[in-house]
């Protein structure tokens, strides 16, 4: 415990001394302290907002292939510590090893593809109605971004945020979770290495209520990029309001797996149980119930059950082999307990597991199907966030759609068929913002996720996930 690191914030390029309240980080396989970081409080926010802000101009003024070489030299280095920062996140956070390297591969892959946008950030030139008139569109930097982080895949959405804001021209000011924040530390010492202009990236860590918020209501903010649930998205956005700041929100899911009579069965399963299983379920993107067509559901309920029960799970730095970690902490674990609790007290029927797991230590439950589950429970509405699946029987793609449009979010959807007409006919009829023909919910870095409904405003990725960080300026100029 002596030994423990202690973090400390990063404000206009330099570790700053925190003089206030730490908070214990702790591994949620075996409950050990990992390290402290400090509770920051506004002064060191505002500190690190005008940081932020005075470093901002020097930055924009600079070509972006110049700001883009940052980049690629921090996804260089990223590279060459796959294996320590793999090991930070799986500590911290709980997902088995193989997933902390490729979140940690693909954090360098997105820092290197928005780095390459540096040649493509391109305006326009519109016609005018006017005689001699040149009337001309410029992207510019909206100045100072907060990107605001949650728990569930901490290391890359860093990159998510910082990448398209440092290639734009803006300076930014990062707070990670509080449950998860040690592999942002060891990413800006990383950082701090290439030499990156003071003030241009900056860390501050602390509680939602304190540091959140005090970058959500700061006026000096240009956007706030903000990663997490709907219920702190929306007191974000109330903040936010005060002064106009734009919002970019990416918040929860409960996306539906439809599977269809003429589905691949294997397929599905195996597709729908990776979902389940990612991150112990706690991935936004990922299957968090089935509407099944009532002429395939026993065989696919069979299959998938015996799949959900032969998953590996425990401690991760202990087996290597395993496919599931423990849930990120105790609150979480309740939550996922207390909701199959009520769903069986509702009607559902258990077909495996349903139970918090006999480990010795370590935020387990069991992979978990419930089956006569119908659209009025609170567990086939609400983000459950764990390894638990609720299965619907449905008698047509037109059911499952309906029932699929009426859930509060809108992140994501999977349908499973062979036919090409039904896959059409899904796709023109889901209100989503992503979804997957008969593969696996996993987004690429040159898409867009984006959600519609309360799943968020805004989206993340590719050139329109780059250009949620500019705003157009457009000059009228007569000749
Ligand atoms: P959370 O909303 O509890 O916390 C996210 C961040 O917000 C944390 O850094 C937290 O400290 C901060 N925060 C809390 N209260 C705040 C406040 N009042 N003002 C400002 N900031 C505040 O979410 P979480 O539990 O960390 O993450 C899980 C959620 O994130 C799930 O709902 C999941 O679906 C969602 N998520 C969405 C996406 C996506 O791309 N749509 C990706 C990953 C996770």
């Avoid at 911290?92 to 390297?101: I, R, W």
């Avoid at 970019?248 to 389940?276: F, H, Q, Y």
């Avoid at 509702?346 to 597991?353: I, L, M, Q």
Wanted: with cysteine; hydrophobic share 40%.
């Amino acid at each position: 415990m002596s030994n423990i690191p202690v973090y400390q914030n990063y404000i206009n390029g330099q570790f700053v001394q925190h003089s206030a309240n730490y908070i214990e980080v702790m591994n949620p396989a075996n409950g050990d302290v990992l390290s402290k970081v400090p509770s920051a409080d506004k002064v060191e926010v505002e500190q690190a907002i005008h940081a932020a802000k005075q470093a901002q101009p020097e930055w924009a003024s600079r070509p972006a292939i110049e700001r883009a070489q940052y980049l690629h030299k921090i996804a260089e280095k990223i590279r060459q510590n796959i294996d320590r920062f793999a090991l930070v996140i799986t500590q911290e956070q709980g997902k088995v090893l193989s997933l902390a390297k490729v979140e940690v591969n693909f954090t360098a892959d997105y820092l290197d593809y928005m780095a390459s946008w540096a040649r493509h950030i391109e305006g326009e030139i519109i016609t005018s109605d006017r005689k001699g008139e040149n009337i001309f569109l410029f992207r510019k930097p909206l100045g100072v971004v907060a990107g605001i982080l949650p728990w569930n895949f901490p290391f890359f959405l860093i990159a998510r945020k910082m990448a398209p804001a440092l290639v734009t021209g803006n300076t930014i000011v990062i707070k990670p979770s509080e449950e998860t924040p040690n592999n942002c530390f060891e990413f800006t010492q990383l950082l701090d290495e290439v030499g990156l202009p003071k003030g241009v990236f900056n860390v501050v860590c602390g509680s939602g209520r304190n540091v959140g918020q005090a970058l959500s209501s700061s006026e000096d903010i240009n956007m706030i990029s903000f990663t997490g649930s709907v219920e702190t998205g929306s007191v974000i956005m109330s903040a936010a309001a005060k002064n106009i700041t734009k919002v970019n929100l990416e918040l929860g899911g409960k996306a539906p797996a439809i599977v269809l009579d003429d589905a691949d069965i294997d397929l599905a399963v195996s597709a729908i149980k990776a979902s389940r299983i990612t991150n112990t379920g706690q991935v936004c993107n990922c299957a968090e119930l089935v509407y099944v067509h009532a002429k395939v559901a026993d065989e696919f309920i069979r299959k998938i059950s015996d799949a959900m029960a032969s998953t590996r799970y425990g401690d991760p730095q202990l087996d290597p082999d395993i496919e599931m970690g423990p849930l990120v902490n105790k609150s979480c674990l309740n939550k996922v307990a207390s909701m199959v609790e009520q769903a069986i007290a509702e009607g559902a029927k258990v077909a495996t597991g349903a139970k918090v797991a006999d480990t010795d230590s370590g935020y387990h439950y069991q992979p978990t199907v419930l089956v006569n589950c119908h659209a009025d429970m609170e567990i086939m509405r609400k983000e459950i966030f764990g390894p638990v699946l609720p299965i619907q029987i449905v008698s047509s793609l037109e059911e499952a759609i309906e029932l699929a449009n009426s859930l509060e979010y809108g992140l994501t959807s999977s349908v499973y068929t062979q036919s090409l007409s039904q896959a059409m006919r899904a796709i023109e009829l889901l209100n989503y913002g992503e979804t997957y023909i008969n593969r696996e919910n996993f987004e690429a870095i040159q898409g867009f996720h984006a959600g519609t409904r309360k799943s968020g405003i805004g989206g993340a990725d590719g050139k329109h996930g780059l250009y949620e960080f500019t705003q157009t300026h457009v000059v009228y100029m007569q000749n």
